[in-house]
């Protein structure tokens, strides 16, 4: 899949959020990238062949207290070439992302991966 159509994809999973949650996407930056770097894959807990499909890098909201303020902005980085590897037609592509971008905000909102798994996500 070409580059500009995966970001589409990507914007139109955050932009099908209900509008309590766009209210509370304040500073924060979602990008794509081809692969996780080196320095995002040693951030994780993943083992060695695992793989990485999004990640979240900041401070969330339930940690945020009266002094936060003046930082960059957290981020949430969408890895387009291992969707695209684990998924086998642009449907599974298109639910894939949606539940990566979904997956990445509740870590924003304070959401940990254990609370994810229980959820099904």
């Known amino acids: 899949m070409d ?19 766009h209210e ?15 320095e995002q894959m040693a951030s ?12 979240y890098e900041g401070i969330p909201l339930t940690r945020r ?14 890895f387009q070439k291992p969707i ?3 998924c086998r037609n642009n449907t599974e592509i298109v639910n894939e992302i949606r539940r ?4 990445e905000i509740a870590h924003h909102f304070g959401i940990g991966d254990d609370r994810l798994k229980e959820l099904g996500m």
């Open 44 to 55: 994780t807990d993943r083992k060695r062949g695992e793989t990485l499909l999004g990640l």
């Open 100 to 103: 990566v971008v979904l997956h």
């Open 3 to 21: 580059s500009q159509k995966f970001e589409q994809l990507v914007i139109r999973a955050v932009e099908s959020l209900p509008d309590e949650f």
């Open 24 to 38: 509370r996407l304040d500073n924060i930056d979602i990008i794509i990238a081809d692969r996780p770097s080196p």
């Open 65 to 78: 207290h009266s002094g936060y303020g003046m930082v960059t902005p957290d981020r949430i980085t969408i």
């Open 84 to 86: 695209e590897a684990i």
